[in-house]
Structure formats: structure tokens, C-alpha cells
């Protein structure tokens, strides 16, 4: 809709300008009309710029992750969930940060606050053209899959196989901002 806004409203101003050439107007009236038309196309590209640009793309993975809940599974069926918002309620949560400097930390609190139940410091990417993030810690890397990721929530699984590819775990974690 402002594009073609834009593009009747410059065509316009240079019908004017075309009409006021074109009846021997002096030099200054025409470069005064001339500036005035640079002017005010200049104007009308860079005021309707912004509306062509979308900022829903812009969400980023980066930031805290607080835990919700940790599913396990063995041999396909569902063998452990571990509802942690549940029983957080003390005012701390547990949580995974993924740092802009590609660092994270992983930080799983005891129920009571009184201290850190696990802490871990490691590494992360994203693997090129995929949904799988790569997580490096105590030197082992592991990539996980991103099942679901929105401004508030994530979802990622982790799969261990064996050498054949028999997978006999499956390990599904849910976060929210």
C-alpha cells in the first residue's frame, strides 16, 4: 500500500515538474523545482523504508531459559518427568542461559534455594542450515534438536543411539522466558 503510495505521489511530482519545464520557466525557477524534486523523493524512499522491513524474525535464542519440565524416555515409552516449575516455587528456578558470546551455563537449583544443585559451564552453536543446537561441555559435544521456539518457549531432544543406530533414549527439555 506505501508503495504504490509513494510511487502515485512521485509520478505526480513529476508530471509538475515535466509541465514547468516545459513552459519556459528561468533557470532559478527551474532549479528551485529541480531541488524541491530531489527533495521530496528523497523524502518519500527514506520515510517508507522502514515500513517494508518485518520484525517478526528477530527472535533470538539468546537469553535465560527457565526449566518447566524434563521428560525421559527408554525404548520409546515415557520413563521419568521431572516437572521442575512445579516445585520451584521458593523464588528461585532453575534455569540454561545462552550467552551472545556463544558460552552458556546451566544452573539446576535445590528446591529449598539454599544452593546449586548442578552447575555447568560449557559452549554453543547452532549447526548451518538446521534445527539442531550444538552444546559442548566437560569435553563432550552434544546436539540437541530444536522441537519448538517462539519468544517465550523452547522445546529441544536429545537422542542417544548406539554404534548401529539403535537410539534407547530420548531426553526432551521445556523452557520458557
Do not use: H, P
Amino acid at each position: 500500500m506505501t508503495q504504490s503510495l509513494t510511487a502515485g505521489l512521485v509520478s505526480c511530482v513529476l508530471k509538475v515538474l515535466l509541465f514547468l519545464f516545459n513552459n519556459n520557466m528561468n533557470t532559478m525557477k527551474k532549479f528551485f523545482a529541480y531541488f524541491a524534486f530531489v527533495l521530496i523523493t528523497a523524502f518519500l524512499i527514506f520515510a517508507c523504508s522502514s515500513d517494508d522491513s518485518s520484525d517478526t524474525n528477530d527472535i533470538t535464542i539468546i537469553g535465560k531459559w527457565y526449566v518447566v519440565k524434563l521428560e525421559g524416555y527408554y525404548d520409546g515409552v515415557l520413563d521419568d518427568v521431572d516437572n521442575v516449575k512445579q516445585y520451584e516455587t521458593n523464588g528461585c528456578r532453575s534455569y540454561f542461559e545462552l550467552k551472545s558470546d556463544y558460552t552458556f551455563e546451566y544452573v539446576s537449583y535445590f528446591s529449598d534455594c539454599s544452593g546449586f544443585n548442578q552447575q555447568i559451564y560449557g559452549t554453543w552453536g547452532m549447526l548451518e542450515n538446521s534445527n539442531q543446537l550444538r552444546l559442548n561441555f566437560n569435553s563432550v559435544t552434544f546436539d540437541w534438536t530444536i522441537l519448538t521456539f517462539d519468544e517465550n518457549n523452547l522445546t529441544i531432544e536429545l537422542e542417544e543411539c548406539d554404534n548401529i543406530g539403535n537410539c534407547y533414549y530420548r531426553y526432551v527439555n521445556f523452557y520458557e522466558r
